[in-house]
């Protein structure tokens, strides 16, 4: 079982809002998700990207590859968490 860390879309027409997702490599964009580990709004100006970067981090460690887009997420959650922790 390949698992990818991967964008989902669930906004609507011109209006795109996604889920960061760990998913079944070969499963649909918009498939069933094994789990769901945020969201992503790219036009919001505040609060754009909710990520439980401690999960992410559980996944890679079990072997779930990150897409290009995602692994920039995951990049841009740290940065935003480490001067908070």
Do not use: F, Q
């Not at 996604?18 to 070969?26: D, G, K, N, P, S």
């Not at 590859?65 to 935003?80: C, G, Q, V």
């Amino acid at each position: 079982m390949a698992l990818k860390i991967r964008l989902s879309r669930i906004g609507s027409t011109h209006n795109p809002v996604y889920h960061v997702v760990v998913a079944e490599a070969r499963s649909r964009r918009d498939g069933a998700a094994t789990e769901i580990l945020g969201t992503y709004n790219p036009r919001a100006k505040k609060d754009a990207l909710t990520l439980k970067v401690e999960r992410a981090d559980y996944w890679i460690s079990k072997g779930a590859l990150p897409t290009d887009t995602a692994r920039a997420l995951i990049k841009k959650a740290r940065a935003a968490a480490a001067p908070a922790a």
